[in-house]
């Protein structure tokens, strides 16, 4: 079966940290690109971060440009969102999703229905 799950949710502190995965089963990232988003209750669905393994492109929305990384394993099976500084602001259901043959330069264009796999989501959860 092809699968996303994304992990490491929770709760902390405002100006903490959090280590977010997603981690592939039934394929590897090579010709995909991975996104994170992100939906608060009574909010619009952000999108937070992409990174396109073909072309090295990494993509960061303004708001968490300097706080948040993104990262791959060598075995490509698994992309980190590293999270760092965490704002209340930030709290949300976080979600990763792959698109097939997407290179990050261009996700602003792909509607959610594009995307080829999405994981459940992890909550995060950041008290001020």
């Known amino acids: 079966d092809v699968q996303l799950q994304a992990s490491g949710g929770g709760l902390v502190q405002a100006g903490g940290s959090l280590r977010l995965s997603c981690a592939a089963s039934?394929?590897?990232?090579?010709?995909?690109?991975i996104a994170w988003f992100r939906q608060a209750p009574g909010k619009e669905r952000e999108g937070v971060s992409c990174?396109?393994?073909?072309?090295?492109?990494?993509y960061y929305a303004d708001s968490v440009k300097g706080r948040f990384t993104i990262s791959t394993t060598n075995a490509k099976n698994t992309v980190y969102l590293q999270m760092n500084s965490l704002k209340p602001e930030d709290t949300a259901v976080y979600y990763c999703?792959?698109?097939?043959?997407?290179?990050?330069?261009?996700?602003?264009?792909?509607?959610?229905?594009?995307?080829?796999?999405w994981g459940q989501g992890t909550l995060v959860t950041v008290s001020s």
């Open positions: 990174s396109s393994i073909a072309d090295g492109g990494i």
């Open positions: 039934g394929f590897t990232f090579d010709d995909y690109a």
């Open positions: 999703a792959a698109a097939r043959y997407m290179l990050c330069r261009v996700w602003t264009s792909y509607r959610y229905n594009e995307y080829d796999y």
